[in-house]
């Protein structure tokens, strides 16, 4: 292609060149009448087949993503939803030792009465060695290991679930860590530092979102519900 490109290009600017040159070097002539007829072979473009254009103005803006709020190390990513109430997670993108980006973590609140109190997805390369899975551990805490779950052009995703006690670990401590093994290099390891600076204050204003959610939501429903019991009346 890039080939194709290199003749094609030079082609067309000695197209042009050309064109320029000869109205520039053509004897003059006079103008033909306004209603004499087009030469044989001549190509019309009357201005009614030209397009003119319009303004392009900004949509409404829906399943966009936006930066919700930082909180130090933390992001919340959110995307915009035509209900007002949107979605949330807290994100931050982890680097390695040379600051490349390599992998992200995003957290966010189950609801309650389940086993798990957050859910955590994390992507790493393409290039990971997905039989020795992913460690996660809190400091110097004890490590546990998870599978990925799938892998898409993206990267390779683990799908998480944290513990109440987990959760609490998190809150507590300063830095996370996340292992992966590169597939090109099995014998290797890649830690990846997950800071923690801003998570208590990030994950309490995703749980402060959701509950206001679920309050709107209730309370529509309840007016809602008044209404066609009025009407009904």
Request: net charge negative; proline share 7%.
């Amino acid at each position: 292609m890039r080939q194709a490109l290199k003749i094609v290009l030079p082609t067309l600017a000695i197209l042009l060149a050309g064109s320029a040159f000869a109205q520039t070097e053509a004897p003059a002539t006079e103008a033909p009448a306004a209603d004499a007829a087009p030469a044989e072979g001549a190509v019309q473009s009357p201005a009614g087949d030209l397009a003119l254009g319009e303004p392009v103005t900004g949509g409404d803006g829906l399943g966009e993503p936006y930066i919700g709020g930082e909180f130090t190390d933390w992001v919340l990513r959110c995307v915009r939803t035509d209900t007002g109430n949107d979605p949330c997670q807290l994100y931050q993108l982890l680097r390695d030792q040379e600051g490349n980006n390599v992998a992200e973590i995003s957290l966010f609140p189950l609801p309650a009465g389940g086993q798990a109190e957050a859910g955590v997805t994390i992507i790493t390369p393409l290039e990971t060695l997905l039989t020795e899975q992913l460690l996660l551990r809190v400091d110097e805490g004890q490590p546990k290991r998870y599978p990925f779950t799938f892998c898409s052009a993206v990267g390779c995703v683990a799908r998480i679930g944290l513990v109440p006690e987990e959760v609490e670990g998190f809150r507590r401590g300063t830095m996370a860590q996340v292992r992966i093994v590169p597939a090109a290099a099995p014998d290797q390891e890649v830690i990846l530092d997950v800071s923690l600076a801003g998570f208590t204050a990030g994950f309490q204003a995703l749980k402060d979102g959701i509950a206001k959610a679920e309050a709107e939501a209730g309370a529509g429903a309840e007016g809602a519900e008044g209404g066609a019991t009025d009407g009904g009346n």
